[in-house]
């Protein structure tokens, strides 16, 4: 079902300056997941975290080209990762430190996808019907929609800012690209869940692909369906499996913080058993250190892509015993955050559960 509106055809758009209350006349329902998401917030202003990084790092205009695209040196802008940073990358190139986004030159096109359009270039044009009693109208007229771009549907439009980044000394800061996605499985099937509602008010659909990006620090209840918890109990003790369905580590940034909780219930009475953590750390000179400083790596024992990870606790189950076992995150790794400034706030140094499980033995 085709809806006849009629929306004003100027739109000033150039690169990376996009007023989203034009976006929003056609795209409601993807402008408002869209500005309660990271990319939005992903400039200094509006991210503590990034803000406290960018004014320690001395590789500035590095960070701006992901975080703040249309910046052109200005990390303060109003703008974040805006709707023309993703829709106009036309192909992305590879780096030895980092992939790189190359950007469309022509203002009005953006790309997207969309399987049952998937050869086409659909430019606004209006034709009369029905003898010019009405006008038909198709595309957007705001802009040329060329669902002809592969990364969109393979996911690779993602990796010119969340594939690796190495330091100049080649160390491996973080990686996210696996090298294993295809159109079934990667980043924007999980990080772009399908939801009800229509991507466009000009074009009805089922369901669009959300825009608020679930991930750590922002509806990351998404991501329990590809955490697995199970529990083995044995005659001195027991064991904890947790499985990682993703394609990458748990946690793929160095700042990140994994934890398991246990915590045993016998006979009314709760006993917090050892915690454990899973982390990368960065060093220089065999002493921990910020990853533009870094040239080895001290400690990594992060859960990796597809891995069970098995941790045994040497504490006996007696019948009617009760276990719970709570794999949550930090933002930034506890010690990082004090060296940042950021310990003493809430939101960014407080343990956040990401999926709880009980046991209840007989």
């Given at each position: 079902m085709r809806r006849v509106v009629l929306v004003p055809m100027a739109l000033a758009v150039s690169c990376f300056a996009v007023d989203l209350?034009?976006?929003?006349?056609?795209?409601g329902t993807i402008v408002?997941?869209?500005?309660?998401?990271?990319?939005?917030?992903?400039?200094?202003?509006?991210?503590?975290?990034?803000?406290?990084?960018?004014?320690?790092?001395?590789?500035?205009?590095e960070c701006?080209?992901?975080?703040?695209?249309?910046s052109k040196g200005t990390p303060g802008a109003d703008e974040g990762i805006s709707c023309l940073g993703c829709h106009q990358i036309k192909s992305v190139e590879h780096g030895r430190l980092s992939d790189r986004n190359i950007y469309e030159k022509d203002e009005k096109r953006f790309y997207s996808a969309q399987k049952e359009s998937r050869d086409k270039l659909i430019k606004y044009h209006e034709e009369s019907v029905w003898f010019g009693l009405f006008t038909k109208?198709?595309?957007?007229?705001?802009?040329?929609?060329?669902?002809?771009?592969?990364?969109?549907?393979?996911?690779?439009?993602?990796?010119?800012?969340?594939?690796h980044k190495n330091a100049e000394n080649g160390l491996e800061i973080c990686r996210t690209d696996s090298g294993e996605m295809d159109e079934k499985s990667n980043c924007i099937s999980c990080h772009m869940p399908k939801k009800p509602g229509s991507a466009t008010s000009i074009r009805e659909s089922a369901t669009h692909?959300?825009?608020?990006?679930?991930?750590?620090?922002?509806?990351?209840?998404?991501?329990?369906?590809?955490?697995?918890?199970?529990?083995?109990?044995?005659?001195?003790?027991?064991?904890?499996?947790?499985s990682n369905q993703t394609p990458h580590s748990l946690a793929t940034h160095p700042m990140r913080v994994i934890e398991l909780v246990v915590n045993l219930y016998k006979n009314g009475k709760k006993e917090k058993l050892e915690s454990v953590r899973f982390f990368k750390v960065l060093g220089k000179d065999g002493?921990?250190?910020?990853?533009?400083?870094?040239?080895?790596?001290?400690?990594?024992?992060?859960?990796?892509?597809?891995?069970?990870?098995?941790?045994?606790?040497?504490?006996?189950?007696?019948?009617?015993?009760?276990?719970e076992?709570?794999?949550?995150y930090y933002r930034v790794n506890p010690a990082v955050a004090a060296k940042l400034g950021l310990d003493k706030e809430k939101d960014i140094s407080e343990f956040r559960i990401l999926k709880r499980k009980y046991w209840k033995l007989k």
């Open positions: 209350n034009s976006c929003k006349s056609c795209h408002k997941e869209y500005e309660s998401s990271y990319h939005r917030r992903s400039f200094t202003a509006k991210d503590r975290i990034f803000s406290a990084v960018y004014a320690m790092s001395p590789e500035k205009k701006l080209k992901c975080h703040v695209p249309g109208r198709t595309g957007s007229p705001y802009h040329d929609i060329d669902y002809r771009n592969e990364i969109f549907y393979n996911a690779k439009v993602c990796m010119g800012c969340h594939s692909a959300s825009h608020s990006f679930p991930g750590y620090g922002h509806d990351s209840a998404e991501l329990k369906k590809y955490l697995k918890l199970s529990m083995k109990r044995e005659e001195d003790g027991f064991e904890l499996t947790i002493k921990p250190a910020m990853p533009w400083l870094a040239d080895s790596v001290l400690k990594d024992n992060m859960i990796k892509a597809n891995e069970e990870r098995k941790i045994r606790f040497d504490k006996s189950l007696q019948g009617y015993d009760a276990l076992a709570i794999v949550g």
